[in-house]
């Protein structure tokens, strides 16, 4: 769901300023907190990060292919880069394989995630390869998964992070992506902060979340991965709420993630759902939309690195590591439980049909999850896209239930004049 950092009271710093201004006045240099910049021998541009991969792409045609996305909305431009691993590409379309989706850097600031995309490629197309501590078999296994990466989904606002401003993790408009799907989209909990978590004015207002909702509905993906920084941890659905679903996909879905936390992580990560763990509610995120939505069967959030010493200002620290020996540990770790997960993901999907969503598990669709979303992006029968104007979806649901509202009541008032009617027929007998 992506950790949200804690920013101070505005009336507890007014306070502190008015009483100590003094103090700060004569002790300025002493108090400023020291801010990391971002450490380019670690770490590439945005630019250079893109490059490399394209040119990995091209160095393994047989096995990976690429495309750019790119769509606008009132003058506000995205574009997005997905690369598709598939050990065979004539075997591409085969409906049989696992089908996983993977997106990075959907938080501006967390540059550790998509550093961790290009070394999955890297290890995906046997340029690179995992440690030696994480003995995989992975022969077997890749040859049956579809992988579908996208390394940078918030490109536009990853440029201001490198022009500077460390903290942002919106887009390139101010809006923060994973608070921008239908699910339960603009409530907003009592400690919400507009910088970090605005949702924009409507799901799916922004480009980048178009292109993932309609990816996500071309590739109908068996398992997504949403990857942040700023904690360490394994969640799943749901953020929005202080519970995880129920049923059989929750249960393999919570057991996966035990195992990984086992045998990779060293138990280090929180697992469960991020409404539950990670302290507060998050509204309108991804994960909630390609479990409830979508019917991904198994939808996860893994945050891989956070620095809880760091101060709220520095936040290249505290979302990502800054010294070589931390990050290529951070690296090889996350990069082990990924082809870990790829691995149980084909296990726990063996019984199920090739085909198989969410929906094959839960025959019924609430009212809210129809009219929030399911009728905004499907597939017919027939495959054509069928959308539904969204701004007013909000209308919609509150006259849906007040239809629903007044049948009853109507219903009720004619079952009460029957009954009196009835009365008054047995009255007028004679016994």
């Known amino acids: 769901?992506?950790?949200?950092?804690?920013?101070?009271?505005?009336?507890?710093?007014?306070?502190?300023?008015?009483?100590?201004?003094?103090?700060v006045n004569g002790n300025s240099n002493a108090t400023q907190i020291p801010i990391t910049p971002?450490?380019?021998?670690?770490?590439?541009?945005?630019?250079a990060l893109l490059e490399?991969?394209?040119?990995?792409?091209?160095?393994?045609?047989?096995?990976?292919?690429?495309?750019?996305?790119?769509?606008?909305?009132?003058?506000?431009?995205?574009?997005?880069?997905?690369?598709?691993?598939?050990?065979?590409?004539k075997d591409c379309e085969d409906k049989s394989k696992l089908r996983i989706l993977l997106s990075f850097g959907q938080h501006a600031r967390e540059l550790i995630t998509t550093e961790l995309a290009l070394r999955i490629l890297s290890i995906l197309s046997e340029e690179?390869?995992?440690?030696?501590?994480?003995?995989?078999?992975?022969?077997?296994?890749?040859?049956?998964?579809?992988?579908?990466?996208?390394?940078?989904?918030?490109?536009?606002?990853?440029?201001?992070?490198?022009?500077?401003?460390?903290?942002?993790?919106r887009n390139g408009r101010g809006v923060d992506l994973n608070r921008n799907w239908s699910v339960d989209w603009g409530k907003k909990e009592k400690d919400y902060d507009p910088y970090e978590e605005n949702p924009g004015t409507a799901p799916f207002s922004e480009p980048e979340t178009q292109i993932m909702r309609k990816l996500c509905a071309s590739f109908e993906p068996h398992i997504w991965v949403n990857a942040h920084s700023g904690m360490e941890?394994?969640?799943?659905?749901?953020?929005?709420?202080?519970?995880?679903?129920e049923g059989l996909p929750s249960q393999r879905m919570k057991l996966m993630l035990e195992k990984l936390n086992r045998f990779q992580l060293n138990d280090r990560c929180l697992v469960g759902s991020g409404g539950g763990s990670v302290g507060y509610l998050a509204h309108g995120t991804a994960t909630d939309y390609m479990y409830d939505i979508a019917r991904v069967p198994m939808s996860f959030t893994f945050e891989i690195y956070g620095d809880s010493t760091a101060s709220s200002k520095d936040c290249f620290k505290m979302f990502n590591p800054i010294d070589l020996i931390t990050f290529?540990?951070?690296?090889?770790?996350?990069?082990?439980?990924?082809?870990?997960?790829?691995?149980?993901?084909?296990?726990?999907?063996?019984?199920?049909?090739?085909?198989?969503?969410?929906?094959?598990?839960?025959?019924?669709?609430?009212?809210?999850?129809?009219l929030n979303g399911y009728l905004m992006e499907r597939k017919s029968r027939y495959g054509k896209k069928l959308e539904v104007l969204e701004l007013g979806m909000q209308e919609i649901r509150t006259y849906f239930r007040l239809f629903l509202l007044s049948s009853v009541l109507l219903m009720f008032m004619f079952c009460s004049r029957i009954s009196?009617?009835?009365?008054?027929?047995v009255s007028a007998m004679s016994l």
């Not at 507890?12 to 003094?22: A, D, E, Q, R």
């Not at 799943?236 to 679903?245: A, G, W």
Request: charged share 20%; hydrophobic share 40%.
């Open 1 to 23: 769901m992506g950790f949200r950092r804690r920013r101070p009271l505005v009336l507890f710093g007014v306070v502190l300023i008015v009483l100590f201004s003094s103090f």
């Open 38 to 47: 971002i450490n380019h021998d670690l770490y590439h541009t945005r630019g």
């Open 52 to 89: 490399e991969i394209e040119s990995l792409v091209h160095r393994h045609p047989s096995k990976l292919s690429m495309e750019t996305f790119s769509t606008q909305n009132k003058g506000y431009h995205a574009e997005m880069t997905v690369v598709t691993y598939c050990r065979n590409r």
């Open 128 to 169: 690179e390869f995992l440690s030696s501590a994480y003995p995989l078999n992975l022969n077997n296994t890749l040859d049956r998964l579809v992988i579908k990466v996208v390394p940078m989904e918030n490109v536009n606002g990853r440029k201001l992070v490198e022009a500077g401003d460390f903290c942002e993790r």
């Open 233 to 245: 941890a394994l969640f799943m659905p749901y953020d929005h709420k202080n519970t995880t679903p």
């Open 328 to 370: 290529n540990r951070v690296l090889n770790d996350w990069s082990a439980a990924f082809f870990t997960l790829f691995s149980l993901g084909g296990v726990q999907m063996k019984d199920l049909h090739p085909n198989a969503t969410g929906s094959g598990f839960e025959k019924w669709v609430s009212i809210d999850d129809y």
């Open 420 to 425: 009196k009617s009835g009365r008054q027929i």
